[in-house]
Every structure is written in C-alpha cells, then in structure tokens.
C-alpha cells in the first residue's frame, strides 16, 4: 500500500477527487521539502498542508515505526478560533476512516487537566498558537514533548509574518528544528505579494535548500472571481466628507440586502460596527433573531455561539470587522458587505473570501461607501484586483525585544547554551543579520541587566548552570543558561507574547454573563448611571471594581458606543498608487482623452466635474496644491494620495519647514487623498512655496527635521512602553493581580527616562526610534513620496472656497475640535456658507 492510499480512499468515499496542487503539496512534503502554498481562500489548502504528514503518520503506525503518544505534526494558526475549526476539519476524515490518531488543541482557553495531560501523553496532531507554543517551550519537558515531531504547518502565514508574532514563530520553528533537523515546514497562505521573502521568513534561511535555490512554492491556477458591486448614491453633492453618506444611507443598503442570502456585512472598526449593527436592528425589527454582532472585543462564547449560527444557517445577516476576516469554513455565506473602503487590496480579497467558500466560487462584494470619494477607491481596488495586485507583508528585522523574551523563555523551559542559541537564532530569517554585539547586549541584559538596572535582582534572570543540571558552573566551564528564580519563571509565562493591546475592561452584568471588555480608558469617562451602547445591547453603567464594569440592561436611550485605539486605517502603498492613477483616468476623462469607465466614476462625474471648475484633477505627473482664505485663516491643501499616514508624516514636516522661513501657529488636518495646513489670516503660502519648494521636499535631512516636527522623543516613548512589555522589562499582570493601564505607562515611561539619562545608546531605545519611524511614520513611503512630489509638475491653484477635495480635510479638523455645536451643524454651516457664494459667484 503506497503512503497516499488511506488518503486518497477517505477523498473517494467524500466523492472528492485531490486537485493537482494537493497531490504535490503531499508528494513534496513525503520527499522531505518543505515549502509555502498559496491557494485562494476556500480551495482546500488545510488538507493539502496535513494530509502528507497524515498519511506519513499512518504509514508508520502501520509499520510500528512511530509508537502512539507521540506528537508527531504541529499546526500553528493566529486565532484561537481558527483552532476549533482546523480541529474539526482534521478530525472529519480521521472519525470517517477509523485512523487511530488523536487531534489536541492548545491555548490559552486549554483546561490546565488538559493542558496536563497533553504533557503526558501527548496528541498525535497538535493545534496551537505562537503565544501557546512559546509557553510550551518554558517547559523544561520541552524536548522530549517535541522528540517525535516530524512536521509543522504555518496556517494563514501572511496574517502572522507581519508581525512580531511571525518574530516569535520563527524563533520557536528555529529552535525545533536543532532539536529535530528533518522537521518539514509548509506554510500556508491565501493574500500575500512577495511569495518567496513569506516562504524564508517560514523555513529560514537555506531550509532544504541548495545553494542559491529558491525555496519550494505551490500555487494553484483556481480561477476566484469576485464581483464587487457599489451601492451607488442617488445624488453626490460637491461636499463630500468622510461618514457623510454611512450611516444615512441605511435605508438603500436594506435595500440592497436580502433575509433570505446569508451575509457578512464587514465594517472597518468596532464602533463603526456597534453602530450599523444598533441601525440595522431599527431598521429590520423583523430580522431581530436572525442579526448579530461580531468583534473581538465581545466576549469568546457568544462569538463562538454567533459563528456556530452563522455556519447552521440560523442566521442570515452578521455586522463583523476583521475578527472574522480569516479562515472559519462559513459556507452558508453567499455574500459579503464592505462597509466604507477596506483601504488594502489583501484585505479586501481576504474578506471577499469568506462568501463562496469553496473551489470554483464567485465571491460576491457589495460595497457601501461612507463617503463619496471613496467611490474612486473601489473602482481603483477593482482594477487593481483584476490586474491580480495583492500588497507585500514585511517580516519585522532585528525585533530585541521578541528575541529578549525568547531567550528567557528558553531558560524557564530546557535552558540554552550561548553559542549553539546564537546559531540557532541567526537561522531566522528576521535574526540572519544579528552581530555577536547585539547578542552579547541581550545575554548581559538578561543575565545581569545591562549597565542601568543591575541592582534589582528581578532584571538579573538568568544564571549559569552546569549542563543538565541546575548547579551553578564553575569559572571558566561550559555552562547553560537557566531561569532558577521560580517567581520570575511564573511571571514570565503569564507575560509570554507580543501583542500589547491597551488594558482592557471586562464588561459583566451585575448578576450574570460576560458581556466582552472595552478600553480602560471609555470607562473611566462613565459615571453611574450613563447609559452606553455595547456588545448590541444597551446598557447602564452601575460601577467599576478591580477591573471590571458592573452593567445592567435599560430601555433609556444613548448614542454612546465605545471607541478603540487603532481602529484607524490608511492607504496601502499598492492601493495609493492605483488611486493615483484612477485620479490621472478622471482627470484624462475630463479633457475627453478617455472614458469614465466604472459606475463609480459615472456616479462621481458631477463632484469630479466641480472640482475641476474650481481647481483642477492632477494627472499622474502632477501635485496639486490649493490656497484660498477663510474667516478662519489662510489655507494650504496639498494632494500627494498617499494614505493618512504618509500625510500625517508630510503635514507636520511641512508645518515646520514652513513655520522655520515663517513663523506662526499652524494647524495641520490631514485623510488619506491629502492634507490641510491651517494658518493665521494673511500667511503668505504661495510667496513661501515659490522661494522654498525645495526646502521642502528635502530628504537629506529627512530624519532631524522629523524629530522636530513630529515630537519623536514623545512617539518613542510610547512606543518603548510596547517594547518594554514585549521584552519583559515590565510585566502586564502577575497571578493574583492586574496593573492598570496608567500603572504600565509610568513604569515603562520611568525606565525610558532612566536609560536615556543613564544609557542613551540603550538598543531597546533604538529599535523604538526605529519602530516609530519605520511603522509609525512609515519613513520609507515618506521619503518616496517627497522624492515623487519633487519629480512631478507642480499645479499651485489659487481657490475661492474649499472644493470637493479640500472640503473632507476642513471636516477631518473641525471632528476633532471642542465645540458646542455638533459636527454635523458645523459641517451644514459650511455647506450653506459654500452655496451661497457660489450662487453670488
């Protein structure tokens, strides 16, 4: 019987026939490759990862090669949810068959007795996460709990390799494969552009690889087709502004949806999704049992109940943001809404993915636009998927702090010899380029503090010890490295991870469930008795203890819905230069050079029109800017379409430039077409920018004059609470007990001042610098976009009144100003203000 029989017959009995990148993913993995396999969502690509181990498993069970109790495959997927889910289609074939194997899930909501007995006598299949396996290796049973293993399967590789949490996988891959050198990695991935830098960060450098080789790569020719429709508004105003159609267009996208066709209605953050969900319940009273809310901040059984619901078909229509954008099988879906633009090509395609979920299916987007000109971002992101564009995931480089937390990890668990770890880390791909002086910095950082806080013994974690034993070596022996302090041992496992979301509050009934957790610091605005709107119920505020807030269910009214952090997003780099190009296509269309060749650029026809009345459309070799004066000041409007981000960054550098050849306070608004610069009345914008254009396209001294712009000092500093965390120099929580939020900043914010003072040269301070100007600033886009604005013609347009691109950036800063008058009033005033002199003009 050939390995792939037992296989083959469960896809017999199924009625399946293995498609062609199945039967090789199988083949290469049992002629020992290892590789990355990139498929579309839907296409069975888990069965092409396990099955090769699988049948390899079986083939020695056959042989008595392989004794049972022995893990011998382990899978790594970045949601706890996707666990259950992998799980049961893994089990499906084993229970069908009779295959004498055992399936094992580990996380972090494992029973402890269970998490024992896998110790014990280990699954022959583990499903886990990076943070689960991190804990595992703090276990000095490591090496004989992995001592069978033969095969690793990454699950959505492209959601874990931008991350640290892609950081920690691939030091713990490193670290296995010392222990086994046989051990086969597949990673798998359905949206990602650089293929060949996913599948390094996977297998490490040089995996099975002849000199110079590529590693091995599986993709499949499945034709995915998705359809993107957009409800298109009956009119578009000259005014557009971001939120401006959402949420009053309710009454169109009931319309355009159906009780009867199961639906995800996707929206960008929680509160965006709190609100469609309170609006779509008003709407629909009829839909009541048959409507629900999913995010992640709800808590764990209710989105387990919800995601049960949605795959029996007992409900229709779910409000959801990316907590379900990756891969629970939900077949019943046949339709997916986008509300407002998911502004990344990967994105969209990823959650166009989970409707039609299987081979061969259309998937089918209805897009809802929140604001007009993201009209032009749909039909940029249709284009761009029809060209077959997907964005790149970068791997972060050098991240000391994932490899600080590592090492000490390493030493709770079996404990590491210098020189053999040193190797082992320089196997990944992120760590290939780490020197001895870097290593040496982090081996003195854990073993007595480095040079600032070696007096407290909680910062002196490691210890030399003789090999294979806990005894301190001798001078000059060969020693290994080793947590022995059992306080800092616990302390660490609770912290393992790099995510460090803002402290969270549970949300619980005075007398009963869960509700979910919000942001510290949404609670600590509330007053007993404010009413709120969360999880879709409302609820009243009753009072706030060790870190939960006692809630009840009222009838009274409020608009009230929790905001998160991060809940912001820009541009890609990819979909900024489509939008470009669709801005050049309607300024082309304008002067009857082309055709406006999407509904979406028919429906927007009138706004493109106005604006190029009042101002003009830049082609793709132009940059425009616009002055104009205002009761408020004089106005300066700049549009490189580079994503809100990327302005952020060009906003404050140009305020400063300017305000350096000109004094004065300027305000800076910027979106993801552009940014505003706001000055006293009678700033001389235009006379500045003719004499110093240059200046301000400067990149030579890009980074000092950032630092001044931008109040780097203050960004690193919180960036560095988010290292310190990751690096173990402060803990999040210790059994028994919770720091607050406020707690963790003043703890990180004094180390930051101490090792400024006291050791500026400090490397967790330089990877913060280097974090903030690389990922927060994107310095990299900043720096391509100055030096694209300086290659192109310059249209400096002199206005009456802000038009159609300028008018969001006026919105964006009056959102985020203190008034009495709400925003909606505020922007009304303009509109009138703007139509009346227009009707004068």
Same mark, same amino acid.
């Given at each position: 019987?050939?390995?792939?029989?037992?296989?083959?017959?469960?896809?017999?009995?199924?009625?399946? @026939?293995p498609?062609?990148f199945?039967?090789?993913?199988?083949?290469?993995?049992?002629?020992?490759?290892?590789?990355?396999?990139?498929?579309p &969502?839907?296409?069975?690509?888990t069965?092409?990862?396990?099955?090769?181990p699988?049948?390899?498993?079986?083939a020695?069970?056959?042989?008595?090669a392989?004794?049972?109790?022995?893990?011998?495959?382990?899978?790594?997927?970045?949601?706890?949810?996707?666990s259950?889910?992998?799980?049961?289609?893994? %089990?499906?074939?084993?229970?069908?068959?009779?295959?004498?194997?055992r399936?094992?899930?580990?996380?972090g909501d494992?029973?402890?007795?269970?998490?024992?007995k896998?110790?014990?006598?280990?699954?022959?299949?583990?499903? &886990?996460?990076p943070?689960?396996?991190?804990?595992?290796?703090?276990?000095?049973?490591?090496?004989? #709990?992995?001592?069978?293993?033969?095969?690793?399967?990454?699950d959505?590789?492209?959601?874990? *390799?931008?991350s640290?949490?892609?950081?920690?996988?691939?030091?713990?891959?490193?670290?296995?494969?010392?222990?086994?050198?046989?051990?086969?990695?597949?990673?798998?991935?359905a949206?990602? !552009?650089?293929?060949?830098e996913?599948?390094?960060?996977?297998?490490?450098?040089?995996?099975?690889?002849? $000199?110079?080789?590529?590693?091995?790569?599986?993709?499949?020719?499945?034709?995915?087709d998705?359809?993107?429709?957009?409800?298109l508004?009956?009119?578009?105003?000259?005014?557009?502004?971001?939120?401006?159609?959402?949420l009053?267009m309710y009454?169109?996208?009931?319309?355009?949806?159906?009780?009867?066709?199961?639906?995800l209605?996707?929206?960008?953050?929680r509160? +965006?999704?709190?609100?469609?969900?309170?609006?779509?319940?008003?709407a629909?009273p009829?839909?009541?049992?048959?409507?629900?809310?999913?995010h992640s901040?709800?808590?764990?059984?209710?989105?387990?109940?919800?995601?049960?619901?949605?795959?029996?078909g007992?409900?229709?229509?779910?409000?959801?943001?990316?907590?379900?954008d990756?891969?629970?099988?939900? +077949?019943?879906?046949?339709?997916?809404?986008?509300?407002?633009?998911?502004?990344?090509?990967?994105?969209?395609?990823?959650?166009?993915?989970?409707?039609?979920h299987c081979?061969?299916?259309?998937?089918?987007?209805? /897009?809802?636009?929140?604001?007009?000109?993201?009209?032009? %971002?749909?039909? $940029? *992101?249709r284009?761009?998927?029809?060209?077959g #564009?997907v =964005?790149?995931?970068?791997?972060?480089?050098?991240?000391?702090?994932?490899?600080?937390?590592?090492?000490? @990890?390493l030493a709770?668990g079996?404990?590491? =010899?210098?020189?053999?770890?040193?190797?082992?880390?320089r196997?990944?791909?992120s760590?290939?380029?780490?020197?001895?002086?870097?290593?040496?910095?982090?081996?003195?950082?854990?073993?007595?503090g480095?040079?600032c806080?070696?007096a407290?013994?909680?910062y002196?974690k490691?210890?030399?010890?003789?090999?294979?034993?806990?005894?301190?070596?001798?001078?000059?022996?060969?020693?290994?490295?080793?947590?022995?302090?059992?306080?800092?041992?616990?302390l660490?496992?609770?912290?393992?991870? @790099?995510?460090?979301?803002?402290?969270?509050?549970?949300?619980r009934?005075?007398?009963?469930?869960?509700?979910?957790?919000?942001?510290?610091?949404?609670?600590?605005?509330?007053k007993?008795?404010?009413?709120?709107?969360?999880?879709?119920?409302?609820?009243?505020?009753?009072?706030?203890r060790? *870190?939960?807030?006692?809630?009840k269910a009222?009838?009274?009214?409020?608009?009230?819905?929790?905001a998160?952090?991060? !809940?912001?997003?820009?541009?890609?780099?990819?979909?900024?230069q489509?939008?470009?190009?669709?801005?050049?296509?309607?300024?082309?269309?304008?002067?009857d050079?082309?055709?406006?060749d999407?509904?979406e650029?028919?429906?927007l026809?009138?706004?493109?029109?106005?604006?190029?009345?009042?101002?003009c459309?830049?082609?793709?070799?132009?940059?425009?800017? %616009?002055?104009?004066?205002?009761?408020?000041?004089s106005h300066l409007?700049?549009?490189?379409?580079?994503?809100?981000f990327?302005?952020?960054?060009?906003?404050?550098?140009? $305020?400063?430039?300017?305000?350096?050849?000109?004094a004065?306070?300027?305000?800076?608004?910027?979106?993801?077409?552009?940014?505003?610069?706001?000055?006293?009345?009678?700033?001389?914008?235009?006379e500045?920018?003719?004499?110093?254009?240059?200046?301000?396209?400067d990149?030579?001294?890009?980074?000092?004059d950032?630092?001044?712009?931008?109040?780097?000092?203050?960004l690193?500093?919180?960036? /560095?609470?988010?290292?310190?965390?990751?690096?173990?120099?402060?803990?999040?929580?210790?059994?028994g007990?919770?720091k @607050?939020?406020?707690?963790l900043?003043?703890?990180?914010?004094?180390?930051?001042?101490? /090792?400024?003072?006291?050791?500026?040269?400090?490397? #967790?301070?330089e990877?913060?610098?280097r974090?903030?100007?690389? %990922?927060? #600033?994107?310095?990299?886009?900043?720096?391509?976009?100055?030096?694209r *604005?300086?290659?192109?013609?310059?249209r400096?347009?002199?206005?009456?009144?802000?038009g159609?691109?300028?008018?969001?950036?006026?919105?964006?800063?009056?959102?985020?100003?203190?008034?009495?008058?709400?925003?909606?009033?505020?922007?009304?005033?303009l509109?009138?203000?703007?139509q009346?002199?227009?009707?004068?003009?």
């Open positions: 019987m050939t390995p792939l029989a037992p296989i083959e017959a469960w896809f017999s009995h199924q009625g399946w @026939t498609m062609a199945q039967r090789e993913c199988w083949q290469a993995y049992l002629e020992g490759e290892s590789g990355l396999l990139q498929v &969502t839907g296409s069975g690509k069965y092409a990862a396990v099955m090769g699988i049948a390899e498993l079986l020695e069970r056959r042989s008595a392989q004794a049972p109790g022995r893990l011998h495959l382990l899978v790594i997927t970045p949601l706890r949810a996707l259950r889910d992998l799980a049961l289609a893994i %089990e499906e074939p084993i229970q069908a068959m009779g295959w004498p194997l399936v094992g899930i580990r996380n494992t029973s402890s007795h269970e998490r024992t896998q110790l014990r006598t280990p699954p022959e299949i583990l499903i &886990t996460t943070e689960s396996l991190s804990v595992l290796l703090a276990n000095p049973k490591a090496p004989q #709990l992995f001592a069978g293993l033969q095969a690793v399967v990454l959505e590789w492209h959601e874990l *390799m931008g640290k949490r892609g950081n920690q996988c691939e030091l713990c891959l490193s670290w296995l494969r010392r222990l086994r050198p046989g051990l086969r990695t597949w990673a798998i991935s949206t990602i !552009g650089n293929l060949e996913a599948a390094h960060a996977a297998l490490g450098p040089g995996l099975g690889l002849c $000199a110079n080789a590529s590693p091995r790569i599986i993709t499949a020719a499945l034709q995915r998705t359809a993107i429709r957009s409800l508004p009956e009119t578009i105003d000259g005014f557009p502004w971001g939120g401006h159609l959402g009053r009454e169109r996208l009931v319309a355009g949806l159906d009780p009867a066709v199961s639906t209605l996707f929206t960008n953050t509160n +965006q999704a709190e609100r469609w969900h309170q609006c779509l319940r008003f629909c009829e839909m009541e049992d048959a409507l629900a809310l999913h901040a709800i808590d764990r059984s209710e989105r387990e109940a919800i995601e049960a619901r949605v795959k029996s007992a409900l229709r229509w779910v409000v959801c943001t990316s907590s379900l990756l891969g629970v099988d939900f +077949q019943p879906v046949e339709r997916v809404v986008q509300i407002g633009s998911a502004k990344n090509l990967a994105r969209l395609l990823q959650r166009a993915g989970r409707s039609a081979p061969g299916g259309t998937s089918q987007v209805l /897009f809802m636009p929140t604001n007009a000109l993201e009209l032009l %971002e749909v039909s $940029a *992101m284009r761009g998927l029809s060209e #564009l =964005e790149h995931r970068r791997p972060p480089l050098l991240p000391l702090d994932v490899l600080l937390q590592h090492l000490t @990890t709770c079996p404990g590491f =010899e210098p020189a053999a770890e040193l190797a082992t880390v196997r990944c791909w760590f290939r380029s780490l020197s001895d002086a870097h290593w040496q910095w982090c081996l003195q950082m854990l073993e007595h480095g040079a806080l070696g407290y013994p909680r002196r490691l210890v030399r010890c003789e090999p294979g034993s806990d005894e301190p070596s001798a001078e000059g022996a060969p020693y290994r490295y080793r947590v022995l302090d059992k306080a800092i041992a616990r660490h496992r609770f912290n393992i991870g @790099t995510i460090t979301a803002d402290r969270a509050v549970t949300v009934f005075v007398r009963g469930a869960v509700l979910g957790h919000v942001e510290e610091a949404f609670i600590s605005r509330l007993p008795g404010d009413v709120f709107f969360f999880a879709g119920r409302q609820l009243e505020f009753v009072r706030l060790e *870190m939960t807030a006692q809630v009222t009838t009274r009214k409020s608009s009230t819905v929790p998160w952090a991060g !809940g912001q997003m820009a541009l890609s780099d990819l979909l900024s489509q939008l470009r190009d669709e801005v050049d296509r309607c300024a082309r269309a304008l002067a050079e082309v055709e406006l999407s509904p650029l028919q429906a026809e009138p706004l493109l029109q106005r604006q190029a009345d009042l101002s459309l830049p082609k793709a070799d132009q940059l425009l800017l %616009e002055v104009c004066r205002s009761r408020e000041g409007f700049v549009y490189p379409f580079e994503g809100r990327v302005h952020e960054g060009l906003g404050f550098l140009w $305020a400063w430039r300017l305000a350096r050849h000109r004065s306070t300027i305000t800076v608004s910027v979106n993801d077409y552009g940014f505003e610069l706001l000055a006293p009345k009678g700033y001389p914008f235009e500045l920018i003719e004499l110093h254009g240059d200046a301000l396209l990149v030579e001294h890009l980074d000092a950032l630092e001044q712009a931008v109040n780097l000092s203050e690193c500093r919180r960036r /560095f609470r988010a290292i310190a965390q990751v690096s173990g120099l402060i803990s999040q929580s210790m059994p007990q919770n @607050t939020g406020g707690q900043q003043i703890s990180a914010a004094l180390l930051f001042d101490v /090792f400024r003072k006291h050791e500026p040269d400090h490397l #967790l301070l990877q913060a610098r974090e903030v100007l690389e %990922e927060q #600033l994107e310095r990299h886009r900043l720096q391509a976009a100055l030096e *604005m300086a290659s192109s013609q310059w400096l347009e002199r206005i009456p009144r802000p159609p691109l300028a008018f969001p950036l006026l919105v964006e800063r009056l959102n985020n100003r203190l008034s009495n008058e709400s925003l909606l009033e505020r922007v009304q005033r509109i009138s203000e703007a009346r002199a227009e009707a004068l003009g």
